[in-house]
């Protein structure tokens, strides 16, 4: 699980919600269930219209990565890289052709197949770059997306709002009603606001970072594979792609491997 959006989500609804009663407010005078239904409803719909139906789907997936971690570590990937190399180093890159059936990343087993096929370095960048550009292309639409719900949300709410302001001046005659029904109009737009700066902004850019990482990591596989192909020595190989990581976390495996066994 994603600590940091969980934990976030949290603190937010409790720091509200805490503040609601320390002002004398109950909970229950939120919880309105049309007015959810109001603002979901038609800010789902206004991003619908917006987006294709595929595009819409596949944010809807995507936001598996805002909640769950499962990304590769990017030292276990250096680490596998270099195995990569230091096999062809003695074998050649065909003997990586054993290895395939293992991968489970496709960028990377496409990248590696290619190789061994005798795709010249050049050809197999590329034709790699092809995809990662359309990758990338793809994870800035799934993030628009939920950018587009939290534009949508505050005035879907505000519409919810007055809805409920019609209902109440439809019943004047009962005076004392009145304020009650003011109260519970504007929950709409509270749920609208709310929804887009704690959840549908947020997770627009948490995808956004998340979708980044994943493409440093497709650029640390091209540039992997290209410099197996191309011959390099395993341990320089190991020191280009620690230049991908941020500096708390460019230290080789063997050195961590070292460092873990002086502790034990």
């Not at 219209?49 to 944010?59: M, Y």
């Not at 003997?95 to 496709?106: G, H, M, R, V, Y």
Request: proline share 4%; net charge negative.
């Amino acid at each position: 699980m994603d600590k940091s959006t969980i934990g976030g989500i949290i603190l937010a609804l409790v720091g509200i919600l805490a503040g609601l009663i320390i002002e004398g407010g109950k909970i229950s005078q939120v919880l309105q269930p049309t007015a959810a239904m109001i603002v979901l409803g038609g800010t789902i719909g206004a991003v619908m219209i917006q987006f294709p139906l595929s595009v819409a789907l596949g944010a809807a997936k995507g936001l598996v990565k805002v909640f769950l971690d499962r990304g590769q570590a990017p030292d276990a990937l250096i680490k596998e890289l270099v195995g990569y190399a230091n096999r062809a180093r003695k074998d050649g890159i065909v003997s990586l052709d054993a290895q395939l059936a293992t991968i489970k990343d496709p960028f990377l087993k496409k990248a590696l197949m290619l190789a061994i096929d005798g795709a010249e370095p050049e050809e197999l960048r590329k034709m790699m770059e092809l995809e990662l550009d359309n990758q990338e292309e793809q994870g800035e639409r799934l993030s628009q997306v939920f950018e587009a719900a939290g534009g949508y949300a505050p005035t879907v709410g505000i519409i919810g709002a007055v809805l409920g302001l019609i209902q109440v001046m439809q019943h004047l005659e009962d005076i004392s009603e009145v304020g009650k029904g003011i109260a519970v109009a504007f929950v709409a737009t509270i749920y609208g606001v709310g929804m887009a700066n704690i959840l549908f902004l947020p997770w627009a850019g948490k995808l956004k970072i998340k979708f980044r990482e994943e493409q440093v990591l497709r650029e640390m596989k091209l540039e992997g594979v290209i410099s197996i192909l191309e011959g390099m020595n395993p341990r320089m190989l190991e020191t280009m792609l620690m230049g991908y990581l941020p500096e708390h976390m460019q230290q080789a495996p063997a050195e961590k491997e070292k460092a873990a066994g002086a502790s034990a």
